[in-house]
């Protein structure tokens, strides 16, 4: 299957810092990544979506002046949380759709933001 | 508004045993149709996705789509404790129906434990 891969898997930061994870598909072209939130025991609630080149779509209730999302290649899109604050600790992950027919969405490993 | 509704479970099933689990959805116009595996801690794992009407099978499991009545459902034979984890549906347009930017709708999981 595809590979994605995610930097870094875990960061711990104090509160008002900036954080910015990588979302990387390592042996194919994603015509559009989606950025994921998941709190314990909780289910995936999508952030947004992002494609090459073009400005992210986010979902109602997320800022995206906090989530701030760049898709620089079709490779590679960053998240980068903006001011953290301990409510945003979660566990962020990145899938990437590989554009074939069907739109597989294959996830990177996540990534754990713990905000002090 | 579009949902994927699955059954929260826990489902319990005894090592070797046939797991089965359900999955409505309520876009009529979803296309495919896809299994994830998550383990605690984990990002969702891409098992095994259908688009046509009947049964797929690969290895162990086997995936069911019925869209007629907007049902989809994976069995899992000669369960194993490895299996227990957390099985997201989702659903999704393809690429080449209504413009789609590949968006998958998914269920909020059902947990499977089997034991040994």
């Known amino acids: 299957g595809a590979v994605v891969s995610q930097h870094p898997s875990r960061v711990i930061c104090k509160s008002g810092t900036s954080v910015k994870i990588e979302c990387r598909s390592l042996d194919f072209q994603a015509t559009t990544m989606f950025w994921y939130r998941q709190f314990p025991k909780q289910s995936l609630m999508l952030m947004a979506t992002s494609n090459e080149g073009s400005k992210a779509t986010y979902e109602q209730g997320v800022e995206k002046d906090k989530f701030l999302i760049n898709h620089a290649s079709l490779t590679l899109s960053t998240l980068t949380v903006t001011s953290a604050h301990p409510e945003d600790s979660s566990f962020y992950i990145c899938?990437?759709?590989?554009?074939?027919?069907?739109?597989?969405?294959?996830f990177g490993p996540g990534t754990r933001l713990t905000v002090l | 508004q579009k949902e994927v509704e699955q059954n929260s479970g826990p489902l319990s099933v005894p090592e070797g045993a046939i797991a089965s689990l359900n999955c409505t959805y309520s876009d009529r116009g979803s296309q495919s149709f896809f299994w994830y595996r998550q383990y605690s801690g984990k990002s969702p794992e891409l098992i095994m996705f259908i688009y046509s009407n009947g049964d797929k099978e690969d290895g162990r499991f086997t995936a069911q789509l019925n869209k007629a009545s907007q049902y989809v459902s994976l069995l899992i034979r000669d369960s194993q404790p490895s299996d227990s984890a957390t099985y997201l549906c989702a659903a999704g347009r393809s690429v080449n129906y209504g413009g789609s930017q590949g968006n998958l709708i998914f269920g909020k999981g059902t947990k499977l434990s089997v034991k040994p």
């Open positions: 899938s990437a759709a590989s554009g074939r027919p069907y739109n597989e969405q294959f």
